[in-house]
């Protein structure tokens, strides 16, 4: 087969044909997500990314077979990452649990719970009142965007405080609790990100 013929079965995402291709198939793809997921808001999620995907990369993208059948074999990569990434939260939580019991049964023998407690409202109160403020929220299970709004600042600026307050909580443990270090830093991280 020469290049004109090939040529001629490529397909391209394109400004004028990426809206119709959207309407046509998001639907499709939404109802498989779903099948897979039972979960309605990663379902969309995931069939946007696969959109916003196809719309950033539409100069590289060439499809030799169909538009849906590059849309499915997209959406099947994004539910394989998807869950990928699951299994790896599993063992990480299931390693977290452990160490987690671990070092409770090791702070028992040297600190207190009240002395992490000092330790951490002591750093927390040393903070700028905007980063103490956001601390504070997030403790009380406030997502980044709910913690934006109800300060009026920007969803960066609460991530940003978010990871400067960690870093400066993870250097007071790591000076006052050297061996339990790694533990409590991912507790914390867990909980407030």
Known sequence: MD???????????????????FNTHWRKLYAIAYRRLHDAE?????????????????EAICITTSAEAYLRTALQYQLVAHFRKLDINDRAFAYLYQRMVEVEEHMRDILTEQDLANTLNSEVEQMPDTMREIFRLRIRDYTVDEIAQSLN?????????????????????????PEDFSAVCFVLYLLLT
């Open 153 to 177: 600042i920007a969803e960066k600026t609460v991530r940003n405080n978010i990871s400067k307050g960690l870093h400066r909580l993870r250097k007071a443990v790591s000076k006052d609790f």
């Open 3 to 21: 290049s004109s013929a090939q040529e001629a079965k490529l397909f391209r995402f394109t400004e004028e044909n990426y809206t119709t291709i």
């Open 42 to 58: 990663v379902a969309k999620d995931m069939v946007q990314e696969v959109f916003v995907y196809c719309w950033q990369q539409r």
